[in-house]
C-alpha cells in the first residue's frame, strides 16, 4: 500500500511562487508514474501534470503549461511541483496521485491507484 503525503500549499498574491511537494511510503516509487490534480470549490477535479518513472517525460494541462514545472527526486521519494506565475483560478485542493508505471501516463483520475488527502492552494488577486 502506497502513501500519499503532499505538503507546500498556501496563501500567495497573484503573480508569486509555490512549489508542493509529495512524499512517498509503503512501495516502490521508482515504479510509479506520479501526477498532480487539483480540485477548485464546486468544480471537476481536473489533471495538472503527469511524470514517467524516470523523469524524462512530463505531461502538463494546458492550463498550467509554461508555469507548471513537474519533477521528481526517487533518491527521496519524493515528486515536486513547483507553480509560477499563479493566478486566482489556480486555487485549489492540490491531490497528490500514483500509478503503476507499466500502465503509463493518464490524464484520468480514476486510473490512477492511489492518492493524498491533498493540500490547499489559494491565490489572492
Known amino acids: 500500500q502506497v502513501q500519499l503525503v503532499e505538503s507546500g500549499g498556501g496563501l500567495v498574491q497573484a503573480g508569486g511562487s509555490l512549489r508542493l511537494s509529495c512524499a512517498a511510503s509503503g512501495g516502490t516509487f521508482s515504479s510509479y508514474v506520479m501526477g498532480w490534480f487539483r480540485q477548485a470549490p464546486g468544480k471537476e477535479r481536473e489533471f495538472v501534470a503527469t511524470?514517467?518513472?524516470?523523469?524524462?517525460?512530463?505531461y502538463y494541462a494546458d492550463s498550467v503549461k509554461g508555469r507548471f514545472t513537474m519533477s521528481r527526486d526517487n533518491a527521496k521519494n519524493t515528486v515536486y511541483l513547483q507553480m509560477s506565475g499563479l493566478k486566482p483560478e489556480d486555487t485549489a485542493v492540490y491531490y497528490c496521485?500514483?500509478?503503476?508505471?507499466?500502465?503509463?501516463?493518464?490524464?484520468?483520475?480514476?486510473?490512477?491507484?492511489?492518492w493524498g488527502q491533498g493540500t490547499q492552494v489559494t491565490v489572492s488577486s
Open positions: 496521485v500514483a500509478r503503476r508505471s507499466s500502465a503509463g501516463m493518464t490524464t484520468y483520475f480514476s486510473q490512477y491507484d492511489y
Open positions: 511524470i514517467v518513472w524516470s523523469g524524462s517525460k512530463t
